[in-house]
DNA sequence: CTTTGTGCAAATTCTTTGCACCAAA
DNA sequence: TTTGGTGCAAAGAATTTGCACAAAG
């Protein structure tokens, strides 16, 4: 079965309707696994997507976020960015290529949601921010 | 001596020269602790302020955070927000009524800074979202 | 003087909205 | 045929830029 089928099953799966545009939305976020921004999605599948709007790749990503099929990265000032894995892992970007990258393998107590008597916590989002090698020797 | 004169000094010590504008903005912040955004703490300035222009609020902003007399917070989709508390803490918004809180008393190895093979981090920041009680009870 | 900071207006960028058309059930 | 999805254009909001004037040293 191709990545498209497997895409389509998956977004069944998550409770939402597979419509051509979103299945590829959804099939791009799981490829490309460098935390895309709107625009980067929308500028890559448009060639294949003549009549693509921006506007259903905004409302596609909303629907994944709202059906916990992705998940919004708040680290980058300039877009947001939009990440498949919705596993437990950390993001890291760098501060001067803008590039973010997955941090995995980090203690598990990170992502444990602390008890608050007046907030009810549903979420954590841990990100770091410094320079990457390739960066630095540059 | 008056907050004013207090964060005069401040500002000194950072290495950042103490205009009127930058040293209100500064002051604001270190007596609102709310998590301000830039429109926020230029509209509570200018009324006593009336040619302060929002671009310079943005300009000092940039700077506190260069500086490192504040730290700048991407928890709210919505705007960017400053925070004047650089210790380590973590930050909730409520996806309901946008409110950013402190959370304080994390424990100290959630701040610590993971070992990376090919990035050099310098900041963590620790975001979490859900609901307030406020909101929840109503 | 010379450098640095401020503030206005305009421009840019990201995101949302309104609405007409299209597609699927 | 009814509901929901898509896409265009326009609107809205946040932030940045260019430039002239003001302030400080």
Redesign the pocket.
Known sequence: MNTYMQTHKFLIQKN??P????TAVMEYLMINRVHP???EIYLALSPD???????????????LVRKGAAQMLLID????RYDADISKHGHFICQSCGKVSDIFNLKPELFEIPKHPQYTINTVEISYTGICNECKSN
């Open positions: 939402i309707k419509s051509v545009q979103r921004t709107v625009d997507m003549p009549t693509l709007s921006k506007t259903t790749v905004y409302n596609t990503l909303d629907l000032e300039k877009n947001a």
